[in-house]
């Protein structure tokens, strides 16, 4: 059974991943917007997969017998100056996930509640690679420096990912 004080932070965190499901639909449409056809479906494959990630902490809440409760989500950015600047948030915006799954699993630690930290590993590993992955992406930003050539490639590049990959 989930303290409440530990069913509040899932639920925040739930909320949280349904924001940033709604970020990366916004930067999708930002991308479509400028013909950035790759970048799009990268960005929409992120979106699926932090819908994903908030139905993960609606599951574990019902199994650990808390109850769910959804929250108003944020309305998102709806224009950036650049591609590069829509990726550069995608980054800080992971980062800033990563801080609040560490926080959780802290609470959790101190909670003694190792359920619910052993169920936040799996996020503690999804975030490392998704921080790496989109620092990635940005570092290829800085190497093409706005040239449309390399912006192209990189669109056709991002084209790449398929729904069962966070690359
Ligand atoms: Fe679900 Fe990208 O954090």
């Not at 802290?106 to 989109?134: G, I, M, R, S, Y």
């Not at 706005?146 to 069962?164: C, H, T, V, W």
Request: glycine share 2%.
């Amino acid at each position: 059974m989930l303290s409440k004080e530990m069913e509040s932070a899932l639920n925040d965190q739930l909320n949280k991943e349904m924001f940033s499901a709604y970020l990366y639909l916004s930067m999708a449409a930002y991308f479509e917007d400028k013909n950035l056809p790759g970048m799009a479906s990268w960005m929409r494959l992120q979106s699926d997969e932090e819908y994903l990630h908030a139905t993960k902490f609606y599951d574990f809440i019902v199994k650990a017998r808390g109850r769910v409760k959804l929250k108003g989500i944020d309305e998102p950015k709806f224009e950036w100056d650049s591609p590069r600047q829509a990726f550069e948030e995608a980054f800080a915006h992971e980062q800033f996930i990563t801080k609040s799954i560490n926080e959780i699993a802290d609470l959790a630690v101190k909670n003694n509640d190792h359920a619910t930290n052993t169920f936040l590993q799996w996020f503690v590993d999804e975030q490392l690679e998704e921080e790496a992955t989109v620092e990635n992406i940005v570092e290829s930003f800085k190497l093409i420096a706005d040239q449309p050539a390399g912006l192209f490639m990189l669109d056709r590049e991002l084209a790449q990912r398929n729904s069962s990959s966070s690359e």
